[in-house]
C-alpha cells in the first residue's frame, strides 16, 4: 500500500479548529519542521498540542504559540519558551505539566490501547491533584490516563512508501510512541525510498502505524543551547 502524499499541505488533509495533536521532538531535535509551517499556514486553531516542549520563541512550537493557534499544551518541559510563558502568566494558555516519564508512558498506554495505569511519579505534589492515589506494597501511586490524539506529526531519518520508519540517534525521542497514539499518523522524513528497500530488523515504527508519509525539505535541525569551550 502506497501511503505517500506529495507535501506537508495535502499530508495535514483534514485538520480541523480544537483537535489533539501530538509532535514528536525533544528540545528541537527530531521536530516535524514541515508539518508545523503546514498547520501553521493552515491556521487551525484552539488546538491542544501534546508534545514535550514547546519550541522557542520563533522556531518549531513556538511558531503556533505567537500565532495563538494552541488553546491548550500538554508538555513536560517549556522552559526555553518565553511567550509560552508569558500566555501561562496572563491566563491565555491552558497547560498540563507533567513529569517527562508519565508523559512519556501515557503516549505509549494510549498506542498499546490501556486506559490507565499507576506509576509514583508525583504523588504528594500539585500533578496529584484530583487524581486517584493508591498503596501497592506498602508504596503510593497515582493512577494516570492514557493520551491519544486526533493527528500524530513524527518526524523520521528515512522512511518506505509504506510508512515503515527508521529514526536516527537522539531524534528517536517521543516520535516512536507517539506514532501508535492518534487516529491518523503523519511522517515526515528526510529520505523516501522503496518497499523493500529497508531492512526489517532496522524498523523502529511498522508502516501499520502510519496513515501519510512524505519526503521533507529544507530541514533546519536548529540547535536549541550551543555552548562552545573557549579556547
Known amino acids: 500500500m502506497n501511503k505517500v502524499v506529495n507535501n506537508a499541505t495535502e499530508a495535514i488533509a483534514g485538520l480541523q479548529d480544537g483537535m489533539t495533536l501530538m509532535l514528536g521532538g525533544f528540545g528541537l531535535c527530531g521536530i516535524p519542521e514541515n508539518s508545523i509551517a503546514a498547520i501553521l499556514q493552515h491556521g487551525a486553531k484552539y488546538l491542544t498540542c501534546i508534545s514535550n516542549n514547546a519550541g522557542v520563541d520563533d522556531f518549531g512550537l513556538g511558531r ?12 513536560s518541559y517549556v522552559g526555553e519558551n518565553a511567550e509560552f510563558e508569558r500566555q501561562l502568566l496572563a491566563g491565555e494558555l491552558e497547560v498540563e505539566l507533567l513529569p517527562q516519564g508519565t508523559l512519556a ?4 498506554a494510549g498506542g498499546a490501547g490501556i486506559p490507565a495505569f499507576y506509576t509514583p511519579a508525583g504523588v504528594g505534589t500539585e500533578v496529584a491533584t484530583g487524581k486517584e492515589v493508591r498503596e501497592f506494597d506498602g508504596k503510593m501511586y497515582l493512577l494516570e490516563q492514557w493520551l491519544r490524539a486526533d493527528f500524530a506529526f513524527v518526524k523520521a531519518w528515512k522512511g518506505d512508501t509504506m510508512g515503515n520508519l527508521v529514526y536516527k540517534g537522539t531524534a528517536r525521542n517521543f516520535n516512536p510512541m507517539m506514532a501508535t497514539a492518534a487516529t491518523i499518523t503523519i511522517a515526515e522524513v528526510e529520505e523516501l525510498v522503496p518497499a523493500g528497500t529497508l531492512d526489517p530488523n532496522q524498523i523502529h515504527t511498522p508502516g501499520i502505524y502510519v496513515q501519510r508519509i512524505f519526503q521533507g525539505a529544507n530541514y533546519e535541525k536548529r540547535i536549541e543551547q550551543r555552548t562552545v569551550r573557549k579556547g
Open 105 to 108: 508512558e501515557r503516549i505509549r
Open 64 to 75: 503556533l504559540l505567537q500565532t495563538r493557534q494552541v488553546k491548550k499544551m500538554v508538555s
